[in-house]
């Protein structure tokens, strides 16, 4: 089982849709990551959290520390927001991050 | 800024040639990684500097791969010899701090495929 699961593994939805991102991890953690990976393979890093909530612009991110769970909302939706969002963990016991495999969303018109 | 520079950006080469990749980070950062990208394993973290010295290289796959930081501003990864398996999206990023708790800049990539 890896330490960090996400889901959906892929997900598609219409322009304007509220769209949710789910991040489960096995370890105790001290940070969270949420990536954005574009089409053309970019990486851009979106949140980094420890507790609580964060938010920019049409995009949340929540972490649920005792229930070991974060997810990443999208708000407005449109098809711009199409990529590969992915979760990464920084354990307490290891200076790395461990990445989840990834959810590809394609937003439509 | 420039934000994270890698070249080259495309790579294709024989097994067995020698690549390297490099990478300029972020002027002012302190932390340097790279990852390595493949369809079968996803983001994996190879190595990782601070002030310049390697810090963590558990994630370099063999003595085949190797990774020097002769400055804050330059970094390479090389593989010698290399193989098909190496083929991979390989990124560089940066970052004010070497815990993982700050943000990290990724550069581009190097797409890299060993025939």
């Known amino acids: 089982k890896n330490e960090v699961e996400q889901s959906p593994q892929n997900l598609t939805a219409q322009e304007g849709e509220f769209i949710t991102i789910n991040c489960s991890y096995s370890v105790g953690i001290s940070a969270l990551h949420w990536l954005q990976q574009h089409p053309g393979g970019g990486i851009v890093s979106l949140f980094m959290l420890s507790s609580g909530k964060k938010k920019h612009g049409r995009l949340i991110a929540t972490i649920n520390i005792q229930e070991k769970h974060s997810s990443l909302h999208i708000t407005a939706s449109h098809p711009r927001d199409s990529a590969v969002y992915i979760c990464?963990?920084?354990?307490?016991?290891?200076?790395?991050?461990?990445f989840g495999t990834g959810t590809r969303l394609q937003v439509t018109l | 800024d420039a934000g994270v520079i890698q070249s080259p950006r495309h790579e294709v080469t024989e097994m067995g040639q020698e690549v390297t990749l490099r990478c300029k980070p972020i002027s002012g950062h302190n932390s340097l990684f790279w990852y390595r990208q493949t369809m079968m394993r996803g983001l994996e973290l190879l190595i990782y500097f601070n002030n310049n010295v390697p810090i963590d290289d558990s994630g370099m796959p063999e003595d085949r791969f190797s990774a020097k930081m002769p400055n804050a501003s330059f970094s390479t990864l090389k593989i010698q010899p290399s193989e098909p398996r190496d083929s991979a999206v390989y990124f560089c990023?940066?970052?004010?701090?070497?815990?993982?708790?700050?943000?990290?800049?990724f550069g581009p990539g190097t797409r890299l495929l060993v025939l």
């Open positions: 990464a963990v920084r354990p307490d016991t290891a200076s790395k991050l461990t």
């Open positions: 990023a940066s970052s004010l701090e070497r815990d993982f708790q700050e943000t990290q800049y």
